[in-house]
């Protein structure tokens, strides 16, 4: 049982590791679409500035250009930290099912000691009370 109970506390902690990786995975993915989101105002802000003339429209192609190349990178970006995100989440998933036999596994071991034993005592009893019958009765 000390065994199961040491498994046990061992598949807790790589729970909670793998927890605590999908968090930072997840984190990173915000910051990431946050950057997106942050990139797409930007760049409604410089098309305004330019529509307005002046010097911002002779610089907005080239703002534009560097501007959808850092969104495609971004974008990479994005696609790699979703993906992070799916195999943490599986990971996690994994190790609170491998977490869940254990317990499982000792629910039903401590289960089988209990019955075990309450069918002891009761064979013991039904001994004793055999005895007390054969006694009374004069067989004994």
């Known amino acids: 049982m000390k065994a199961l109970s040491t498994l046990i506390r061992l598949h807790t902690h790589q729970l ?45 192609g080239a703002y534009l250009q560097a501007a959808k190349r850092r969104r495609e990178a971004i974008d ?33 071991r401590e289960r089988r000691e209990m019955e075990e034993a309450n069918r002891r005592e009761q064979e013991l009893l039904d001994e004793m009370g055999l005895a007390m019958h054969r006694r009374n009765n004069g067989e004994g």
Do not use: C, H, P, S
């Open 16 to 60: 909670d590791d793998k927890r605590r990786a999908l968090a930072e995975a997840e984190r990173r993915l915000d910051n990431a679409r946050a950057q997106r989101a942050a990139l797409d105002e930007e760049m409604v802000a410089e098309k305004e500035t330019a529509a307005k003339g002046g010097e911002g429209a002779y610089t907005y």
């Open 76 to 108: 990479a970006g994005i696609a790699v930290l979703e993906k992070a995100a799916g195999e943490a989440r599986d990971a996690v998933a994994e190790a609170f099912a491998e977490l869940k036999k254990y317990e499982i596994t000792k629910v039903n």
